[in-house]
Nanobody
Framework: QVQLVESGGGSVQAGGSLRLSCAAS????????MGWYRQPPGKQRELVAV???????NYADFVKGRFTISRHNAKNTVYLQMNSLKPEDTAVYYC???????????????WGQGTQVTVSS
């Protein structure tokens, strides 16, 4: 099974930007839906954004207009461009593969290590 590894997190001030990458160990061409999730401190894991093989996307309301998900099949990578970051965006960010675009859970893979994003005010 293709493994997913997240990277690109870090510490930024409010209003800043980060780009997260989810690199697959193999081809993502056959993976229909890929998504980004996050788990804020003390809270449950939640959907951030998903994208399917046709490029259709679905975003959580709290990131609409600020975050953009994209996929580059030739590079076997899914990206999350995060702009206008807020302190409440602080979380560990994960990528995974839900079954459908509008059904973020359950996911089809074990959760990886994730990448920490910390936004200071």
């Amino acid at each position: 099974q293709v493994q997913l590894v997240e990277s690109g997190g870090g510490s930024v001030q409010a209003g800043g930007s980060l780009r997260l990458s989810c690199a697959a160990s193999g081809s993502i061409f056959s993976i229909n839906v890929m998504g980004w999730y996050r788990q804020p401190p003390g809270k449950q894991r939640e959907l951030v954004a998903v994208i399917n093989s046709g490029g259709s996307t679905n975003y959580a309301d709290f990131v609409k207009g600020r975050f953009t998900i994209s996929r580059h099949n030739a590079k076997n990578t899914v990206y999350l461009q995060m702009n206008s970051l807020k302190p409440e965006d602080t979380a560990v960010y994960y990528c995974n593969t839900p079954l459908r675009l509008y059904t973020p859970f359950p996911v089809t893979r074990s959760w990886g290590q994730g990448t920490q994003v910390t936004v200071s005010s």
